[in-house]
């Protein structure tokens, strides 16, 4: 019984957490995070796209792209 419960403990902190990638306007005016690079809401960038992770741009403050809502 104590190897099992072991061995179950083990499993679950072995488990990696994959963090989601998001994409925001390459200038520090940026208000809003896209899960697609091609997004309607990032046509009108000028400076480039940035690649973050969801965590990261939440930290941010920035909030979900309405054309992805």
Known sequence: MKIALILLLVSFTAVSIVETNVYIYGNKGAKKYHYKENCR??????????????????????????WEN
């Open 41 to 66: 809401g990032l046509s009108a960038c000028t400076h480039g796209v940035k690649k973050t992770g969801l965590t990261q741009a939440k930290g941010f403050g920035l909030t979900i792209c309405g």
